[in-house]
Structure formats: structure tokens, C-alpha cells
């Protein structure tokens, strides 16, 4: 599972890799962009600021080209 979520989220900032063993084999659940599913309240709400400057996401400009 961790080689290969390593090769899945390679070039991604952030993403988190869900995986599940069925009948012995590895399956991919999904691949989410957000670790929560988008669900999380920050109180106060200065900290849904304070979190996201922690992230840093390449330029737009250079996805573009």
C-alpha cells in the first residue's frame, strides 16, 4: 500500500490515498484531495486561514504550461 500510494500521489501537494484488501487482492478506494472530506469547521474561523498557508500549492501559471 505505501509503494503505491508513493507512485499515485506523486506531484500532489496534498491527497490522501485510501485502500481497501479484498479476497487477498489491494484495491484503490479513492483518492481524495482533502484529508477530512471537506467536512471540518475551523473555530475560529481565522484558522481556516492559518491551515491553508500551510499548504503550499505550485503556481497556477505552471500548471497551465
Known amino acids: 500500500m505505501i509503494a503505491a500510494s508513493r507512485v499515485l500521489t506523486q506531484g500532489f501537494p496534498l491527497?490522501?490515498?485510501?485502500?481497501y484488501v479484498h479476497r487477498g487482492r489491494l484495491l484503490l478506494g479513492e483518492l481524495s484531495l482533502n484529508p477530512v472530506g471537506g467536512y471540518t469547521v475551523f473555530r475560529p474561523e481565522e484558522w481556516n486561514r492559518r491551515i491553508g498557508d500551510w499548504l503550499e500549492l505550485p503556481d497556477k501559471a505552471a500548471l497551465a504550461g
Open 15 to 19: 491527497v490522501r490515498a485510501d485502500f
